[in-house]
Structure formats: C-alpha cells, structure tokens
C-alpha cells in the first residue's frame, strides 16, 4: 500500500483544470437561481441522484466525476445519499411509469429552496423512448426543471461545464 | 447463427421442461412471440443450440417454471408484457408491469425476524430496484428483490422498427454493455437477412467489446473495493477506467463506444492513430495493474471482507444455466465467445478463468484474470486487424436470427424476426442478469446485512438490461 501512495504523491495530480462553464446553461439557470438563494447556499452544493428509467450510462459517466481526473468535490460539489441533504436534484433517464412517483417522492423530500438538473437525452424529453407506454416523457414532465445537460450520455466535461453552472449563477 | 427450430405439441413442450429440469439442457431464454412461446436451449455438451416454440390455445401455455425455477420471472414478464398465461406456474404475482396493489413479498417465518426495504432509490448514484431483506438480527435469512422499475418498453418500441433504428435501442438496453449489446443485434439482424459483416468491422467489433470489458472489470475491482471502505483501490482502478475509456473516445470519438456495431458491420473505422493510443494505455495498465493486485491480495483488512462472504453454490450456478463471472467463480467455464462462439474469438488466443470459491473474493479474482486475457486479445487484435470494407447494403428480406455474445458480465442473447419490409416484427433481448439476480438471493443468505452491498456489488447485475 505505501508503495502505490508513495508512487501516486511523486507523480502529482491527474486532476484536470475545470472546462468552461457552459454558457446555455448559464442563462438557463438565471432564469431560476436568485440571488438570496444563492447567497444562502454559498459555493456549497449537495447534489441527490436519482435515476428514473436510464439505460445506466449516464450514471457512469456521473461516477466519472468523482475520478482523479475531475474531483468533483473541490468544487463544493457533492453527491448526498439522501434527498433530506440536498439543494439539487440530478435525474436521468426518461421517466419511466414505473419510477415516477418514487422520483416525485424524492423531489418531495427534498429542503427548499432546491433545483432539478435533467442529464442526458432521455432525461431532456424522453429522447429514443419520447412517446412509449411505458415512459412518461422527459423529467420536465414530471418536475419543473432548472437546467438541462444533453448528450449520450454526457461526458465528464460536459456535466461538470454543467453543473458548476450552479455555482456561478 | 440460426439453431434448429421445432414447434411442439404439448407432449414435446413438457419433455423439454423435464430435460431442462434434469439439468440435460440449459435454458438460454423464454419468450412470447405471440400468440407462440419460445424457449432457447443449449446443450452443453454437444454446444448445440435450438429453439422451440409452442402455439398458445386461449393464450395459455403449460408452465416450465413451475419444474425449472429459472423460468419462473421470465414467465412473469410474459405475462405482464404479452398476457399469455403459464398454466401451472406457482408464482403468478405481477413482475415487469407494476400494479398499485401492495407487492406480496415471500415470506420467512421464524423467530425474532424482522424486514427491511430499501430502494428503488438508493443511497449511491445507482439504478433503481428494492430489495426486501428478512434478517435476524444482524444475519440474512431472506433476500428477495423486485425489479421492472428502470422497464422502458425497448422490446415493444423495436416492433416495427427498422432495423438501424432498433439496433439503437438494442445499444441502450444496459448502457455499460452497449457494445455488446450492439454485436448480438448485429449478428442476430446479419443472421436474419444471411449476410455477414465484412473482416475488418468483425475484428473492430471485438476490439470494443474487449475494451468494454476492461473498463467495466477496472470500475467493479474499485467499486467492489469501496464497499469495502477501501478507497485507494477505488481511486486507482478509477484512474484505470478513465484511460480506457479515453483510448476508447481517441479510438472512436465515443466513450463508451455506443451506436458503433451495426448491423451490416461497424458504423466508423478506428482513428488512424488509435493503435497508438491503445498500445499506450497497455503499456499503462501492464504498468500499474499488477501493483493494484498486489495490494488487493496483501491487504488484510479487505480479504476479511471479501474471503467467504456471499457463496454462490456450483449447483445453482449450473441449475440457473448462469453466465459471467458469477458463475465462472462458482466452477461454471461457460464463456459465450466459446461456447457457443462467434468471430473472431476462434482465431484468437484467450484462456476462460475459472475459480471454485464463489465467494465475493473470487469474483474479484475472475475479473482480474479477464483483465489480463482481455489485454492480450487487445493486443492480439490490433496486430491481426485485416483491411477492407466496414459494413455492407443490408439486403430487404424478412428472416430469423439468434446471437449470443459476451459482455462483460455475462452472456447476452438477441431473438430477432424481421419482417419481408426489412423491419424488426419481433426481437428479444435477454441480459445474463436475468439468471444472476436470483443467485444473488441464494449468495446473501446467512451473511450479515453489512456485508450485502459487497455482494451486490460483486454480481453487479444489471437492473435496466433486465428490466428493458
């Protein structure tokens, strides 16, 4: 064990300087973030995930994040096991029949003032599955939604360009 | 490949039940293809594969789960999904549709016991499913999970459907096999409509299915370390994970390298320098890789976790007909790139570990033996990549094909009928989750409840892949 911590110390970090921030995401959020909410929250966010009918290549992509390379944390941004913890609320997939009151039951669950972050194309408005019976649609049918993050899945870089969005609202 | 096909009367049907039940046959799948049911079976000594099917009367059909257990949920789904009936079954309780009415877990009678559920929303950035333990104390005496929550309607949105467009929705079954995924549809499409892709996208195909292994393999040695609280192996085979999936984008200009094998063949070359960048990341892990195993065998603290916790008996393995490393670790050599095979596994040099413990620690230890096999076939693939076309015209004209390939966790299996318009009439899909998830419940059992996110871990089955 020392051998590989001593090893990992002499190389340096693998951390990466963040991408910059995503500006559609930007305006996105001004329309939703004022600023005595985000006075009170600081440059500290606690994010809950929830996954509500993706395929899970979102949510490696989401793991990702917490990687050397991207070290989400130093941002001030965590993920949270429980809703009760959280200002933001991440949501992939498109929202399926199944999922959908355990999804607003999340959201209820959640402290005000809180924000909804939709990831993925199927979270955006269903993408492949928009109009199955056994989908309801886009988070955005579900919840009110502050920002959107689009791809297929995402990359690291394209989440974190979104989400410090939150941050420098 | 298209396996013999025979449509049997009700006598025929009960004798396949009773072979699969003896343990003479392995149930690869079951399906509706209303109003026919269909069953899949591998014989596993001969490696032959066939199809049977049953004309339902009244939408009914004489039950194989109620002789042969691993039917059980995939009779359940057809239910939910297709209304034809099991006549016989012993569980008929709803699987995949989920109904208002309060679920009736199995019960667990005894002393002192006492229930805990958890999910769909867990506390990690996983899928959703609940589990519902029964515990004495701090000991397992019951696990019995419920899934369908992640279920999309992939099967029913692919009727209809041209094949390119189905082959994207076969690519979003389970997000962390997409290539896999993405090869059985192409083979079972290329079977249908007798074609075969060209050489060049057969071997470009394997060349991402191998790295799709190696980066799954690297994030679940890390993650199952972590549920260990065992972080430093965690944030390396992280490190691992990410250089793979970067030669994996340099490579393919995709992460995750989804919507690339098509039926037909592949839907891009690899970069020109992307056997640079691969030759790289070998170099890389062939580097630190081994340090990472040595400090997973050397560390105390992590093999009290892992040694001895959560057993999958031989016996279920083999009843269950399971694939993957959970039965691998469990004396199962079943591996689909050899059995039944497809290309170009047959022109390459790989060995199928094999381990007896069926413990949490020899599931750690199957994995870290494919990584090794799956960088020598990297290597391997990359020095033997022939030259030519990627992919072909795909001809108009209906047929029938069945695929079985090897994604990272286990086999996966693709049913297709293509209708004379060229466009999907019916298709199936079957994750080797479907078989692991009930050996699970087997795993758990008599371990303590501190213990099952390393189990779980460890089988890492896939909840939308089963789910579909």
Same mark, same amino acid.
């Given at each position: ?5 001593? =090893? ?13 921030? *995503? ?13 005595? !909410? ?11 995930? /929830? *996954? ?6 979102? =949510? ?10 991207? *070290? ?7 993920? /949270? ?20 009151? !355990? ?23 269903? @993408?492949?599955?928009?109009? @199955?019976?056994?989908?309801? @649609?886009?988070?955005? *049918? ?17 989440? %974190? ?5 939150? %941050?420098?609202? | ?20 039940? $003896?343990?003479?046959?392995? &149930? ?11 069953? $899949? ?28 257990? +691993? ?22 309780? +709803? ?24 999910? +769909? ?77 060209? +050489? ?47 030669? $994996? ?52 603290? &992590? ?35 050899? &059995? ?21 620690? $020899? ?42 390939? #090897? ?12 209708? #004379? ?18 050996? &699970? ?28």
């Amino acid at each position: 064990m020392r051998k590989t911590m001593i =090893e990992s110390l002499l190389r340096g970090p693998l951390t990466e300087p963040p991408p910059p921030v *995503d500006d559609t995401a930007l305006a996105e959020l001004a329309a939703s973030v004022n600023n005595a !909410a985000r006075a009170r929250l600081g440059r500290s966010l606690s994010i809950r995930h /929830v *996954d509500a009918g993706s395929c899970n290549g979102c =949510e490696l992509e989401l793991h990702a994040l917490s990687n050397a390379f991207y *070290d989400l944390e130093r941002f001030g941004l965590r993920f /949270v096991a429980s809703p009760r913890h959280a200002d933001v609320l991440t949501v992939t997939g498109p929202v399926t029949v199944n999922m959908r009151e !355990a999804l607003l039951r999340t959201y209820e669950a959640m402290p005000d003032p809180k924000w909804v972050v939709a990831i993925g194309g199927c979270a955006a408005d269903g @993408g492949l599955f928009a109009g @199955g019976a056994a989908v309801v @649609g886009g988070v955005k *049918d579900v919840l009110p939604v502050d920002l959107t993050i689009r791809g297929c899945p995402p990359s690291p870089r394209q989440l %974190l360009a979104g989400l410090l969005a939150l %941050l420098k609202v | 490949m298209m396996p013999t096909q025979t449509n049997l009367k009700v006598d025929g049907w009960l004798e396949a039940v009773d072979r699969l039940a $003896a343990g003479r046959l392995t &149930l690869l799948s079951l399906w509706a293809d209303a109003p026919d049911v269909k069953m $899949a079976l591998l014989d596993e000594t001969s490696g032959a594969v066939s199809i049977v099917g049953y004309h339902c009367r009244n939408g009914q059909y004489p039950s194989v789960g109620v002789k042969h257990p +691993p039917a059980i949920r995939l009779e359940r789904a057809i239910r939910d999904l297709h209304k034809l009936e099991a006549i016989g079954a012993s569980d008929t309780r +709803p699987w995949i549709k989920h109904t208002p009415a309060p679920y009736a877990f199995l019960p667990a009678d005894g002393e002192a016991l006492h229930q805990i559920a958890v999910g +769909p929303v867990h506390a990690g950035i996983i899928e959703p499913g609940h589990f519902r333990f029964t515990a004495n104390g701090e000991f397992l005496v019951r696990l019995e999970a419920r899934l369908g929550y992640v279920h999309r309607g992939i099967e029913a949105s692919m009727a209809g459907a041209p094949l390119d467009k189905a082959a994207m929705f076969a690519a979003r079954a389970s997000g962390d096999s997409t290539v896999a995924y993405g090869i059985a549809f192409a083979l079972a499409a290329e079977t249908a409509l007798g074609i075969a892709a060209p +050489p060049r996208a057969v071997f470009l195909r394997a060349l991402m299915a191998e790295l799709e292994r190696l980066a799954n393999h690297f994030g679940d040695i890390g993650a199952i370390c972590n549920d260990a609280s065992f972080s430093l192996m965690h944030a390396q085979c992280g490190i691992l994970r990410e250089l793979t999936l970067r030669a $994996a984008n340099d490579c393919f200009g995709h992460r995750l390298m989804m919507d690339i094998a098509v039926p037909g063949g592949v839907a891009r070359d690899i970069a020109a320098d992307g056997a640079a960048a691969l030759r790289v990341l070998l170099a890389e892990v062939r580097r630190v890789f081994p340090q990472l195993i040595e400090l997973y065998d050397n560390t105390a603290s &992590l093999q009290d976790r892992t040694v001895t916790t959560g057993i999958v008996k031989p016996e279920y393995a083999r009843q269950f007909g399971a694939g993957g490393f959970v039965v691998r670790a469990s004396a199962r050599g079943v591996d689909a790139r050899r &059995l039944p095979g497809y290309a170009p596994y047959g022109d390459l040099r790989f060995d199928v570990p094999v381990l007896t413990a069926g413990d949490v620690n $020899a599931r750690v230890w199957i994995r870290i033996r494919e990584v090794e096999q799956s960088l020598t076939l990297v290597e391997q693939i990359i020095a033997a990549l022939p030259q030519g076309d990627l992919r072909i015209d795909l001809p108009v004209r209906g047929g029938e094909g069945l695929a079985l390939t #090897e994604a990272f966790r286990g086999d996966v299996l693709v049913w297709l009928r293509v209708g #004379e318009d060229g466009r999907v009439a019916r298709c199936h899909l079957r994750d080797a989750s479907w078989f692991q998830w009930p050996l &699970l419940e087997t795993a758990v059992e008599g371990n303590i409840v501190a213990d099952f996110p390393l189990c779980n871990k460890s089988f890492n089955c896939s909840y939308a892949g089963h789910d579909l």
